[in-house]
């Protein structure tokens, strides 16, 4: 089956931001824990600091025109989003007053920031009005803000 890679960031929010360590430990578990769900994400060590950064590699249907259907990543946002929360929620991994976690999903010039209790069906309708329908894999990324202030509400509550 072929694979297209998607770029998986992990970096403290820009304002209010936590420490290298926390996004580290946040990284680890959140990989750790999609990898132990048949995930395939391999590190990436491009030499920068101040992130951890992952490619995340997701099936697609043709190897000659590697395009990530919008249910593919709206499905794909969706389960880092649950682990996301997961480890939001956790007593044992995380300290209790972890700053919050913000999942932003960045396609060419366009952003779509999810609610972190967001369903696959309301992500792919986030994403519908913000990406096409085939998106290529090279313009994508998904970058975890740890510390970030909390997304606005979602016009769709």
């Known amino acids: 089956m072929p694979y297209a890679s ?16 926390l996004v580290s430990a946040t990284a680890r578990q959140a990989v750790a824990s999609l990898t132990q769900q048949n995930q395939r994400i391999e590190p990436v060590y491009d030499g920068s600091r101040g992130g951890d950064l992952y490619q995340w590699l997701v099936e697609t249907a043709n190897a000659a025109q590697p395009l990530i259907p919008l249910a593919t990543l709206a499905l794909t946002v969706a389960q880092l989003l649950k682990e996301v929360k997961n480890l939001s929620k956790s007593d044992t991994s995380t300290p209790r007053d972890q700053p919050p976690i913000v999942v932003v ?19 792919e309708r986030l994403l519908r009005e913000t990406f096409p329908d085939q998106i290529e894999p090279d313009r994508l990324s998904i970058e975890v803000q740890v510390g970030a202030p909390p997304p606005p509400p979602s016009p769709f509550d």
Do not use: E, N, W, Y
Not at 6 to 21: D, E, M, Q, T, V
Not at 105 to 123: E, F, I, K, M, N
């Open 105 to 123: 999903v960045t396609c060419g010039d366009a952003t779509c920031t999810p609610p972190p209790d967001s369903d696959q069906a309301l992500l």
């Open 6 to 21: 998607i770029k998986l960031i992990f970096r403290a929010a820009p304002h209010a931001g936590a420490s290298p360590a």
